[in-house]
């Protein structure tokens, strides 16, 4: 924390405590004009400007401390990005009417804040719980259906069942994770992670989609061990790839390792110039989104957050109608050397 220099202190203080040595030097004219009126011998004024300015000098150098010490306890405070109100009723006392005034104001919005805190976890605890709930729950009916999809012969029409209830699977998936990502109480396991093993769990997962829309999967071998968190590694590489796969129509997707970069690349139909800079923004669909009329615009938001909770950086190239490309950087790991 910086500090202000007592250099600087002491030019603030002297132009504070001005109007009192204004006074004082208002005292030693009229004791000069007294003296001289009276025609007093001058060392009368000598010897009462000496005591008094004794006196002015222990004075401002005993409440100069005492108020040098009290800026430094709110130059602390001040400096924190939250505070609680039992930091800040340890405040200075103050001793003047108005500075108590001042203060008292500040604790009592300091109180409605930390009771406004309070209400806030509250509630959106009360929201987690709830949708949690609402999302296991949701999944059992869910799991029933696609059961009575798997016991019926083959047909387009289950296979086109199956996908969809994939889909809704994943989309629950993702709001699950949206969930417990902004929650106060999400912790990361952090441990080794084989790479190559991850990319391969999340293409079999969608390899039916591959397959339906007969899009080609390349994965360039590589041996390659992150720390990490693995159930959220996975979960950014599933939201990329299944963007890939939703927005390639021929070709395919291909994952390399470049230095300490994992590139995945499709040969979709690209992105925007326009778009590209916001995509990973929430909520933003771009054009293709509004194409596609059914995008939420939470994938690649909830991937750029969890990239920034792992210090992991992701980057996205993009060429309308030759595809797309993300980028996501391990190099800056701050768990790299835990």
């Not at 029933?144 to 086109?160: F, G, K, M, P, R």
């Not at 106060?184 to 989609?209: C, H, P, W």
């Amino acid at each position: 924390m910086k500090t202000e220099s007592k250099i600087c202190f002491v030019w603030r203080y002297l132009k504070d405590q001005k109007m009192l040595y204004i006074l004082f030097i208002l005292i030693w004219f009229v004791l000069f004009l007294t003296i001289y009126l009276y025609k007093l011998p001058i060392a009368l004024l000598m010897d009462a400007c000496l005591f008094t300015s004794t006196i002015l000098v222990g004075w401002s150098f005993y409440d100069g401390i005492k108020l040098y010490h009290e800026h430094q306890k709110l130059l602390f405070l001040l400096h924190q990005k939250s505070y609680y109100f039992d930091q800040v009723s340890q405040l200075p006392q103050p001793g003047k009417l108005l500075v108590q005034d001042y203060q008292q104001l500040f604790l009592e919005a300091v109180a409605d804040k930390e009771k406004m805190r309070t209400e806030l976890t509250q509630q959106n605890q009360y929201l987690f719980d709830y949708y949690s709930m609402w999302t296991h729950q949701i999944k059992t009916p869910l799991a029933a259906l696609d059961l009575l999809v798997q016991n019926q012969s083959e047909t387009q029409l289950t296979t086109q069942m199956k996908n969809e209830i994939f889909k809704v699977d994943d989309y629950l998936g993702m709001m699950l994770h949206y969930l417990k990502l902004n929650h106060v109480e999400t912790d990361f396991v952090i441990t080794r992670v084989n790479l190559g093993e991850v990319v391969k769990s999340v293409i079999r997962k969608y390899a039916t989609f591959f397959i339906q829309k007969n899009l080609s999967v390349k994965i360039e071998p590589f041996e390659k061990e992150v720390i990490t968190d693995e159930k959220w590694l996975t979960f950014m590489l599933e939201q990329i790839i299944f963007n890939s796969i939703k927005y390639t129509q021929k070709g395919g997707v291909s994952v390399r390792l470049v230095g300490e970069r994992l590139s995945i690349e499709d040969t979709g139909i690209g992105i925007l110039a326009q778009d590209l800079p916001r995509i990973f923004e929430k909520g933003y669909t771009g054009f293709n989104g509004r194409e596609d009329k059914k995008a939420t615009g939470l994938g690649l938001h909830l991937c750029q957050e969890i990239g920034c909770k792992l210090d992991l950086s992701l980057t996205a190239f993009s060429e309308v109608g030759k595809g797309t490309k993300i980028q996501i950087d391990f190099s800056q790991t701050k768990y790299r050397d835990e």
